[in-house]
């Protein structure tokens, strides 16, 4: 696509951020979210949200590939490495 990002990554990055009217009100923004008084979150989208982050760092840690598996009604939450093909 030109101007140093990668392919696809211009899309991704325009799906994942938030639209803002202007420069401003993403910096406001993003010292509400700093200090806290940001926009209310789902709670099952913190949890899938930290559970990421979390197997982010086992791999960062530990390498390989890691999976994460939510389990609400249970209460539980399992961060693993993910077996390979050969193991299955």
Not at 31 to 46: F, Q, S, T
Not at 55 to 72: F, K, N
Request: proline letters at 7%; zero cysteines.
């Amino acid at each position: 696509m030109g101007f140093g990002i990668p392919e696809g990554e211009m899309s991704i990055r325009h799906r994942i951020a938030p639209r803002y009217k202007s420069r401003n009100h993403e910096i406001i923004a993003g010292l509400r979210e700093a200090a806290g008084a940001g926009p209310p979150v789902d709670p099952k989208m913190a949890v899938k949200r930290y559970a990421a982050q979390i197997s982010t760092a086992m791999a960062l840690i530990h390498g390989g590939d890691w999976q994460v598996a939510v389990d609400h009604q249970e209460g539980f939450v399992l961060v693993t490495p993910r077996l390979s093909e050969s193991h299955s």
